[in-house]
């Protein structure tokens, strides 16, 4: 079956560390983007790449990092410098020139 | 930037009652979508208009794009339980990712 896999589903971090959280699709889409869900937020965008080697901020990338090394995979690394981690993440892909957004099941991660 | 505002944030409804989003962005958009997510879940595409006044319907949803490519609707007719769940708006402008509202949360109560 072709879709987006998120883990972990469930994360525990201290306050302090990093945590990467990983995304890989089997779609052969070119694009992937990550948001950020809180209550009463929507989705606000964090990072996406339209190629592998390239990326752009979206709205709110201050204390976040990505890579896309390969075309499938598209890590986000929550550091430190973010202030207020806690959240539910969701990575999602798209073929270029299409509209239509495929999500992940996201992830869910606490800091302590 | 561009920013899209959806309203109402909540709505509680008896079953069979009709339900109605709108959405609305702060400049033209190129097309605009709609995406559904059950609770604990991830959103779920359900369509994408294109055009001035486009209607579109799939079953008891009806979708609706503006005159002026600035707002949208979508209105369910005769809801059921299995309608519950937070629905979006996102929109594209240009090159522009998709900017998503902040949603409507439907509660229907049997």
């Not at chain 1, 525990?12 to 070119?30: A, I």
């Not at chain 1, 981690?85 to 509209?99: D, E, I, W």
């Not at chain 2, 505002?5 to 709609?34: A, K, R």
């Not at chain 2, 708006?89 to 049997?110: E, Q």
Request: glycine fraction near 10%; hydrophobic fraction near 30%; charged fraction near 20%.
């Amino acid at each position: 079956d072709g879709g987006i896999t998120q883990s972990p589903k469930y994360l525990f971090r201290k306050e302090g560390q990093n945590v990467t959280l990983s995304c890989e699709q089997n779609l052969n889409h070119d694009a992937m983007y990550w948001y950020r869900q809180d209550p009463g937020q929507g989705l606000r965008l964090i990072y996406y790449s339209q190629i592998v080697n390239d990326f752009q901020k979206g709205d709110i990338a201050e204390g976040y990092s990505v890579s896309r090394e390969k075309k499938e995979s598209f890590p986000l690394t929550v550091t430190s410098a973010q202030k207020n981690p806690t959240a539910f993440y969701l990575c999602a892909s798209r073929r270029v020139g299409a509209g239509e957004l495929f999500f992940g099941e996201g992830s869910r991660l606490t800091v302590l | 930037g561009q920013q899209v505002m959806q309203i109402p944030q909540y709505q509680h409804v008896q079953e069979g009652e009709d339900f109605t989003t709108y959405c609305n962005s702060s400049t033209t958009l190129s097309n605009i979508q709609w995406y559904k997510q059950r609770p604990g879940g991830h959103p779920v595409f359900l369509i994408q208009l294109v055009k001035s006044g486009e209607v579109k319907k799939q079953k008891r949803l009806t979708f609706q794009f503006g005159e002026a490519k600035k707002n949208s609707s979508l209105h369910i007719t005769a809801t059921q339980t299995t309608d519950v769940g937070t629905y979006f708006c996102a929109g594209h402008s240009g090159n522009t990712p998709l900017v998503f509202g902040k949603g409507t949360r439907l509660s229907v109560i049997a």
